[in-house]
């Protein structure tokens, strides 16, 4: 019902700067909130940034001040501007979107999630 395609991911060296994007499709009516988590290896997946619907952010703390998150609501677009990245962004990013879909016969909402996409940050 919902597919999020993501780009951007890739292989920096410390200090340098990535962009990630995310963008939402499908038989969708609304987005509440879009925003990206990661999971390193052996750690859970965890919150990175989000933004709701109505322009609100969260980042979590180990990258407040580095990274950014802006939206284009018209495109269901969300992108994560990441800089002085560190080693221990590295991680896998998915995007993930709150959205109301609607089908033949009904709506619903649900949280869709892209496939990841691979953050290496080398020292």
């Known amino acids: 019902q919902v597919q999020l395609v993501e780009s951007g991911g890739g292989l920096v060296q410390a200090g340098g700067s990535l962009r990630l994007s995310c963008a939402a499709s499908?038989?969708?009516?609304?987005?509440?909130?879009m925003g990206w988590y990661r999971q390193a290896p052996g750690k859970q997946r965890e919150l990175v940034a989000a933004?709701?619907?109505?322009?609100?952010?969260n980042y979590a703390d180990s990258v407040k001040g580095r990274f950014t998150l802006s939206r284009d609501n018209t495109k269901n677009t969300v992108y994560l501007q990441m800089n002085s990245l560190k080693p221990e962004d590295t991680a896998v990013y998915y995007c993930?979107?709150?959205?109301?879909?609607?089908?033949?016969?009904?709506?619903?909402?649900?949280?869709?999630w892209g496939q990841g996409t691979l953050v290496t940050v080398s020292s």
């Open positions: 993930n979107a709150r959205a109301v879909v609607a089908n033949i016969t009904e709506r619903a909402t649900l949280d869709a």
């Open positions: 499908g038989s969708i009516f609304s987005i509440n909130g």
């Open positions: 933004i709701s619907s109505g322009g609100s952010t």
